[in-house]
């Protein structure tokens, strides 16, 4: 029997998401972090091991001492990679390409002796499909939202101005005549109507 004072002192300490979500076919990272008493050695390791979703029996995906050692076998083959610094206490992984079938349950172990003893952090993998391509973040839609309601007053801006125009070129057809109440009441605004023509143009370059 060892003394829980003992184990205490000898205990490492394993950090590791509970969650993580990944979308099909798009690579995904497995952190694990740890703190250890001792000094890391060539002794330490490090164990992935994986439960599918459906239950079962846990296997061993990975395992690391000095170097990697990824599985050779199963649905993991090929398609689990080292990302962890042991010196740095990063003892993380990554899968490529990942699939629905892989939604379960990983263990990340780490023993570096005579630290043996902690704690059994468990992350739950959510495989699912990405869906629409386009999606709206908040971003976006807070664009649209700014954007949209200036272009709506542009174009009602436009709207009114070309009915504007229509009228004053209706009136300085040949043939239609003004009285002279109409002359001094209206006259004629060149300028103005310059300076509306390049406001216009204006308005639609922005749109």
């Not at 979308?23 to 001792?38: A, D, M």
């Not at 390409?97 to 043996?116: E, H, L, Q, R, Y």
């Not at 954007?147 to 057809?173: A, D, N």
């Not at 005549?177 to 310059?194: A, F, G, L, M, W």
Request: glycine share 6%.
């Amino acid at each position: 029997l060892v003394p829980s004072g003992v184990c205490n002192a000898l205990s490492l300490e394993i950090k590791a998401s509970p969650k993580v979500r990944a979308f099909v076919g798009e690579r995904v990272s497995l952190k694990c972090s740890f703190r250890s008493s001792s000094p890391i050695t060539e002794s330490l390791t490090v164990d992935w091991t994986y439960q599918p979703v459906t239950g079962g029996q846990m296997e061993t995906i990975f395992h690391y001492q000095s170097v990697p050692y990824p599985t050779t076998v199963g649905k993991f083959k090929d398609r689990i990679s080292w990302t962890g610094n042991v010196a740095k206490g990063d003892a993380s992984v990554a899968i490529q390409s990942p699939a629905m079938s892989d939604n379960g349950t990983f263990i990340c172990s780490v023993k570096n002796p005579p630290d043996v003893y902690h704690n059994i952090p468990q992350t739950m993998l959510v495989v699912t499909e990405r869906g629409l391509s386009f999606q709206l973040t908040s971003a976006v839609l807070l664009s649209i939202l700014v954007f949209l309601p200036s272009v709506i007053v542009v174009i009602l801006l436009l709207v009114r101005m070309g009915r504007k125009f229509g009228v004053l070129k209706e009136k300085k057809k040949p043939g239609c005549k003004k009285s002279s109440i109409e002359v001094s009441d209206e006259p004629e605004h060149t300028e103005t109507d310059s300076c509306l023509g390049k406001l216009r143009n204006w308005c639609l370059n922005c749109v």
